[in-house]
Nanobody, 121 residues
Framework: QVQLVESGGGVVQSGGSLRLSCAAS????????MAWYRQAPGKQRELVAT???????NYADSVKGRFTISRDNNKNTVYLQMNSLKPEDTADYYC???????????????WGQGTQVTVSS
């Protein structure tokens, strides 16, 4: 059983900062890929940022230069530092991870329950 638990969401004024965390727990042998997605009301879920096991990072154009994804492999945790927040960043943010429970087991995809971020103008 694997769980992803997000924290750090909240309400912040435009221009402010928040740091999201997502901790993976349970039967984890190796984590390949971790990512943050977001879903605004009435919109489809979109990819925000990804980080692979080799620390290669990618960002959506809308957050480049403002958001930073990082991971602590010892803690099986991924972070999203969000600076210069805008009202259009308001959404539910979801953690995603591709991991396996054993060296000979398949990679599986897991999602957190989401954390709400509201940016007021």
């Amino acid at each position: 059983q694997v769980q992803l638990v997000e924290s750090g969401g909240g309400v912040v004024q435009s221009g402010g900062s928040l740091r999201l965390s997502c901790a993976a727990s349970g039967s984890i042998f190796s984590i390949n890929y971790m990512a943050w997605y977001r879903q605004a009301p009435g919109k489809q879920r979109e990819l925000v940022a990804t980080i692979k096991s080799g620390a290669s990072e990618n960002y959506a154009d809308s957050v480049k230069g403002r958001f930073t994804i990082s991971r602590d492999n010892n803690k099986n945790t991924v972070y999203l530092q969000m600076n210069s927040l805008k009202p259009e960043d308001t959404a539910d943010y979801y953690c995603n991870a591709v991991l396996r429970a054993g060296w000979n087991l398949p990679w599986n995809n897991y999602w957190g329950q989401g954390t709400q971020v509201t940016v007021s103008s």
